[in-house]
């Protein structure tokens, strides 16, 4: 399984931006995708994490309400929604895979079986 993340940039404070995950393989809707985080100097952090349906999600408090975590199957996809960007969502974002049919439980516990290069988010105050 292989992730690759895109749709960083530069956004000021109050913006917007869609972060996107492709998978390659043909078991996509087997995996629980999540996102990470990591800023200059902390250790890398959850971000948001979607089940193999998509029916059930799950957020950090620190992103909840402005963070929309999504996926298409169709597409192999997984989106991150961000909206209302602060300064603090400054960060390396990540994509991952848990463990083929694992639950999404287990990127909320750090348990991941496969991780994406990261995309580069800025949000300037």
């Known amino acids: 399984v292989q992730l690759q993340a895109s749709g960083g940039g530069l956004v000021r404070a109050g913006g917007s931006l869609r972060l996107s995950c492709v998978v390659s393989?043909?078991?996509?809707?087997?995996?629980?995708i999540g996102w990470f985080r990591q800023a200059p100097g902390k250790e890398r952090e959850f971000v948001a994490a979607?089940?193999?349906?998509?029916?059930?999600?799950y957020y950090a408090d620190s992103v909840q309400g402005r963070f929309t975590i999504s996926r298409d199957n169709a597409k192999n996809t997984v989106y991150l929604q961000m909206n209302s960007l602060k300064p603090e969502d400054t960060a390396v974002y990540y994509c991952?895979?848990?463990?083929?049919?694992?639950?999404?439980?287990?990127?909320?516990?750090?348990?991941?079986?496969?991780w994406g290069q990261g995309t580069q988010v800025t949000v300037s105050s």
């Open positions: 393989g043909r078991t996509f809707s087997s995996y629980a």
């Open positions: 979607i089940s193999w349906s998509g029916g059930t999600t």
């Open positions: 991952a895979a848990a463990v083929i049919d694992r639950s999404w439980y287990d990127l909320l516990q750090g348990l991941v079986g496969y």
